[in-house]
């Protein structure tokens, strides 16, 4: 009797949840340093810092003002090439009905000003095409829903591929968790961490969803990686890795 009970006391503490404690640290889930793609003066601003936008939504946009002059002056000259390219595909069928009266080097002329017409045409619509792209890259969209973390550009400032303009979150943030190497082979996916902010009394909880292949030499911890939402990057402070568990 006095073996079974002890049998009974080794099995409840075997399956009982264990605690690891952990540091964890709160960064955006996905950030983005947004730019423009073409340099230019920055001519109108639609959001600011803490804004929330969703994806396709207009952050700011350069002066477009010469980009809308050479678009315009594109659309013009595919309508002179067109009318062109009809005059000279005239000419050419009527040299074509008479071509056994006509000499070769006329017809060869007249053949090659409809196929100069024709490139015409394609190089007026692939200038359409250019102005388009140019007018494109002078609007600044959002790629995803996010909070505008940082605004680094102003009205009448230079803007350019090179300089980031905004910054932006993604709102789920990502709870990196650092555990001490002896627990690698303990700590699962699906496993619960329980965490306190520093700034607050609140308990969260949420499930690790991915665990880092690696240890990290110079603190000899991995790291796991959770997400939540309202939650604030650059939040930090100590939670509980809870295994053995019943999920």
Not at 112 to 124: H, S, T
């Given at each position: 009797?006095?073996?079974?009970?002890?049998?009974?006391?080794?099995?409840?503490?075997?399956?009982?949840?264990?605690?690891?404690?952990?540091?964890?640290?709160?960064?955006?889930k996905?950030?983005?340093?947004?730019a423009?793609?073409?340099?230019?003066?920055?001519?109108?601003?639609?959001?600011?810092?803490?804004?929330?936008?969703?994806?396709?939504?207009?952050?700011?946009?350069?002066?477009?003002?010469?980009?809308?002059?050479?678009?315009?002056?594109?659309?013009?000259?595919?309508?002179?090439?067109?009318?062109?390219?009809?005059?000279?595909?005239?000419?050419?069928?009527?040299?074509?009905?008479?071509?056994?009266?006509?000499?070769?080097?006329?017809?060869?002329?007249?053949k090659?000003?409809?196929?100069?017409?024709?490139?015409?045409?394609?190089?007026?619509e692939?200038?359409?095409?250019?102005?388009?792209?140019?007018?494109?890259?002078?609007?600044?969209?959002?790629?995803?829903?996010?909070v505008?973390?940082?605004?680094?550009?102003?009205l009448?400032?230079?803007?350019s591929?090179?300089?980031?303009?905004?910054?932006?979150?993604?709102?789920?943030?990502?709870?990196?968790?650092?555990?001490?190497?002896?627990?690698?082979n303990?700590?699962?996916?699906?496993?619960?961490?329980?965490?306190?902010?520093?700034?607050?009394?609140?308990?969260?909880?949420?499930?690790?969803?991915l665990?880092?292949?690696?240890?990290?030499?110079?603190t000899?911890?991995?790291?796991?990686?959770?997400?939540?939402?309202?939650?604030?990057?650059?939040?930090?402070?100590q939670?509980?890795?809870?295994?053995?568990?019943?999920?």
């Open positions: 009797m006095k073996k079974l009970i002890i049998l009974m006391i080794f099995c409840i503490f075997s399956f009982a949840a264990e605690e690891i404690f952990a540091d964890f640290e709160v960064y955006a996905q950030s983005s340093k947004l423009f793609e073409s340099s230019g003066k920055v001519d109108k601003i639609f959001v600011d810092v803490s804004n929330h936008v969703k994806k396709g939504d207009t952050l700011a946009s350069l002066d477009q003002t010469s980009l809308e002059i050479a678009l315009k002056k594109a659309k013009n000259d595919l309508a002179l090439a067109k009318n062109a390219k009809e005059f000279a595909k005239s000419t050419f069928n009527k040299f074509s009905q008479v071509k056994d009266v006509t000499s070769k080097q006329e017809f060869d002329e007249v090659y000003k409809f196929d100069e017409a024709a490139l015409r045409v394609q190089a007026a692939i200038a359409i095409l250019n102005a388009d792209d140019h007018l494109k890259k002078a609007v600044l969209k959002a790629p995803f829903d996010g505008i973390a940082s605004k680094n550009v102003e009448g400032e230079s803007a591929p090179l300089q980031p303009a905004f910054v932006l979150n993604s709102e789920e943030a990502k709870i990196l968790i650092a555990i001490d190497e002896k627990y690698a303990l700590v699962k996916v699906g496993d619960i961490f329980k965490f306190k902010l520093d700034a607050t009394n609140e308990e969260k909880e949420v499930k690790i969803a665990i880092y292949p690696e240890i990290k030499r110079e000899r911890k991995f790291y796991a990686q959770a997400y939540d939402s309202g939650l604030k990057p650059g939040m930090f402070g939670g509980k890795v809870i295994i053995g568990e019943n999920k």
